[in-house]
Every structure is written in C-alpha cells, then in structure tokens.
C-alpha cells in the first residue's frame, strides 16, 4: 500500500497543484493510485476554491487517450482545472518533425548550366535545374520548378529515394545506381507533377497522387 501510494505526488506552489507521476509502474497502477487520492485522501488540498492543476508525467509516454483517463479522473474533483500535461518524453510524430528538420534542406535558387550541387538528405528546390546543371542527394529530391538538367537522388545506395518535379523533363535521373534518360514518359510536358521511383531495379515514372500508395512512409513525411 505504503509503494502504491507513491505512484502519484501532490505538490501545492503559488500556482496551483502539481502531479508528479511515477515513470515507472504500469499506467493501469498509475491510474489507480491517481484514483484513490482524488477520492480518498488529500480532501483539505483537493477542496475550495478553483486550482489549477499540472500534470507531470516524467519519461512516461502518455497517448491522448491515456491522458484523457488522467484527466477524467481528476475532474471529478470539481474545483480542479487541467492547466498543463508535461513530459520528458515526444511524440512520433514530433520526433519525425525533428529527424525531418534536420536532414530536410530547403533551397531558393536555379541550378544554371555547368553547376553540379550536392546535398545530404532531402533536398526541396524552390527553382529550376536548367540543362547542363546536375543536383545530387543522399536522399530524395523534390523540385518546385522545371528538373530539366541531371538529378541524382539515393547517392550512397537509397534505393527508397524519389525524385519529384512540378515539371519533369530531365536530361538524366539516377536513383541510387540505376540510371534512366529521357523517354517517351517525360518527353512530352505536362502540368501535373510527377516523381520517378524504383521498383524491382526498373525506373518508374507515376503522377504525384500515386506517392501515398508507392512510398507511403515518404507520402507520411512530406504531408
């Protein structure tokens, strides 16, 4: 009883109450312990006027449904108001904005004739590769404008790699180690943007629409 009771830790500063959360037993013994002293214990703290409450929840990870239990839980003490859920720990998704963050290079420019610009990770080119210009990445390459020079996507071996345009008319594409020049899939200009991938060692040119199905984790990232 004595270690159940410790599982949360109620604290008062001038701001209101803390819950600290233990990181370390089962949410289901965090949730009733959490439980037991709302509606048990800790009556001359949990009564009176409105508080405002933050939740502390260390290293443990809480998904928004499990913080919504929390939270029930300690409304049902009516003069309590959830302020802030804190903790230690991020999100897939946060941790996917980071990793994006980091390895994500974003580029105003126009590649001109005679240049050859390389880039680690992926690379959004606001502008346009003219002929005779080369871009190569260690990842995908997604160009807002006219790819109308060499691009380089997967350097280093990503056979995952894409390379996208809003206006693919490329004198040559290099995923990885497999190379395509022009046929007839980009000799004619369209308006719709389009992005060439691998699949079993061929290289495949599909409308933008079709990356969710082809490269879902891609089609995830630049959402």
Same mark, same amino acid.
């Given at each position: ?10 604290? !008062? ?40 409450? &933050?939740?502390?929840? !260390?290293?443990?990870?809480? &998904? ?26 991020? &999100? ?40 005779? !210009? ?14 109308? !020079? ?38 004619? &200009? ?34």
């Amino acid at each position: 009883m004595t270690a159940s009771k410790n599982k949360v830790i109620i604290k !008062g500063t001038k701001d209101g109450l803390v819950f600290l959360m233990d990181d370390t037993c089962s949410f289901e013994e965090l949730l009733s312990d959490l439980r037991e002293k709302i509606e048990h214990s800790h009556q001359q703290i949990l009564s009176g006027p409105l508080i405002r409450v &933050s939740i502390k929840l !260390g290293k443990r990870y809480c &998904s928004p449904e499990q913080q919504e239990q929390l939270t029930e839980v300690i409304r049902q003490q009516g003069n309590l108001v959830i302020h802030t859920i804190d903790a230690d720990v991020i &999100s897939k998704e946060e941790a996917l904005a980071e990793r994006l963050k980091s390895s994500f290079t974003v580029e105003v420019r126009n590649v001109r004739s005679g240049q050859v610009i390389d880039y680690d990770g992926d690379l959004l080119l606001l502008g346009d590769v003219n002929p005779g !210009g080369a871009i190569k990445c260690t990842g995908s390459i997604f160009v807002l404008g006219h790819l109308r !020079g060499v691009a380089h996507a997967g350097v280093g071996g990503d056979k995952q790699a894409i390379i996208a345009s809003a206006s693919l008319q490329p004198t040559q594409l290099r995923i990885a180690d497999t190379i395509s020049r022009p046929g007839e899939e980009w000799a004619v &200009s369209t308006t719709t943007t389009e992005f060439a991938y691998l699949e079993d060692g061929k290289m495949i040119v599909a409308k933008m629409n079709h990356l969710p199905r082809v490269r879902p984790e891609l089609g995830e990232k630049k959402a």
